[in-house]
């Protein structure tokens, strides 16, 4: 069934202030959910209110959010989450680092203590929309094996890049470091459908199709030993350097066993200070379309830039509305009910 854009949005802000949430705050973690609904990462939209619900049952989330500032030293600052919503940390350093990156040029804004940030491109591309290029990661649970080893040390750790293109269209990279995210797995299991033998090993380490087997085993990184130093290397630079929690120490967002400590790193890059606006916005636009005329391999019809996929599918939610499957409204109808409102979507 599809929901109007606006729709979701206010009913996610509803349960997030019945939650605890401040009412601007609220907004903008809906904002963040629901976006990622319209671009086709369920895994990261509406659906985490059910875990941000359960945590703030056994008191492992701390409603309102009271993201502050620890350090701050010309470009660069460190925030920490308070333990409260990811989207309300993210979007504080996103604020921080981009005046920052329009004053100095460059900046880095890294965060610790905070839960979940979500989709990684809801940061990046607003700065890339400030005419700058965004570099973003985050530090998550335990899942992945590094390299060689059979019990999950680090997350999924995620990276994303976006890059201005002076059009509506963002070339954004954003990824996790693992094949897929854990939240692709965790639907499978909620679907009852296998998964692909190449996305997880199970707690022997030999490939499996059964997600909940996965679930209780490790995820592969992307391209063996390199997906697992890229999430080493997002470990360090979202959990040590921030002075936060690190592999193994981080705990899941999905089951409440205490504070998940995860942390992020956010880096700004200001374009003019390298290229003049004109001349770089003129290469880009030649670039895509090169990238764009290749010769395409069998099956393929188009060449897509990274991000123009979920670029489209989000086009396509604003005018036509955003697709949620039955688990999705009726965890959502829960919240509502649970929450105290009369709403209900889909009635
Ligand atoms: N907060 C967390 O702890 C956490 C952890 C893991 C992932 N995530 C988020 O989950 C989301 C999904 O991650 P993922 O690894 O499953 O992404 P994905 O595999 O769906 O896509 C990865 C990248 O490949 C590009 N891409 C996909 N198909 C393409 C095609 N046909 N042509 C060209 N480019 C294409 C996408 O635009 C994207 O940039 C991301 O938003 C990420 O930030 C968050």
Same mark, same amino acid.
């Given at each position: 069934m599809k929901f109007d854009y606006y729709e979701l949005l206010d009913v996610a802000s509803q349960i997030l202030i019945a939650c605890g949430e401040e009412k601007t705050n609220a907004y903008v973690a809906a904002k963040s959910m629901v976006k990622a609904d319209a671009r086709g990462i369920t895994t990261h939209g509406t659906y985490l209110l059910t875990p941000i619900y359960k945590r703030i049952q056994v008191n492992q989330l701390s409603l309102p959010t009271k993201a502050t500032v620890v350090k701050d030293s010309g470009a660069t600052a460190i925030v920490d989450g %308070?333990?409260?919503? %990811?989207a309300i940390a993210g979007q504080l350093a996103l604020e921080i680092a981009t005046e920052k990156a329009k004053t100095y040029g460059l900046s880095s804004v890294l965060i610790r203590n905070?839960?979940?940030?979500? *989709?990684l491109a809801f940061y990046t591309e607003q700065a890339a929309k400030e005419g700058l290029i965004a570099i973003m990661s985050c530090n998550a649970a335990? !899942?992945? !094996?590094?390299? @060689? @080893?059979a019990e999950a040390f680090m997350g999924t750790n995620p990276v994303a890049i976006s890059f201005y293109t @002076?059009?509506?269209?963002i070339f954004t990279l954003d990824m996790a *470091? +693992?094949?897929? !995210?854990r939240g692709k797995i965790r639907k499978a299991e909620r679907n009852r459908e296998p998964i692909p033998d190449n996305w997880a090993l199970d707690e022997n380490g030999n490939p499996t199709t059964d997600p909940a087997a996965a679930l209780k085993g490790t995820l592969l990184p992307i391209g063996g030993p390199k997906g697992s130093a890229l999430a080493l290397a997002v470990d360090i630079l979202s959990g040590i350097l921030p002075g936060g929690s690190h592999a193994p120490n981080l705990k899941s967002?999905? +089951?409440?066993?205490?504070?998940?400590g995860v942390g992020a790193s956010l880096i700004l890059l200001s374009i003019e200070r390298f290229l003049n606006i004109g001349e770089y916005v003129n290469t880009m636009e030649d670039y895509i379309a090169s990238i764009k005329k290749v010769k395409k391999a069998k099956g393929f019809e188009e060449i897509l830039i990274p991000g123009e996929l979920e670029y489209r599918r989000e086009l396509d939610s604003m005018k036509y509305g955003i697709e949620l499957d039955n688990d999705a409204i009726d965890a959502i109808n829960n919240l509502l009910k649970k929450t105290g409102s009369g709403i209900r979507l889909g009635e």
């Open positions: %308070g333990d409260g919503l %990811g905070t839960n979940n940030v979500g *989709s335990p !899942a992945i !094996a590094p390299w @060689g @080893g @002076g059009k509506e269209l *470091s +693992s094949v897929v !995210a967002f999905h +089951s409440p066993e205490g504070s998940t």
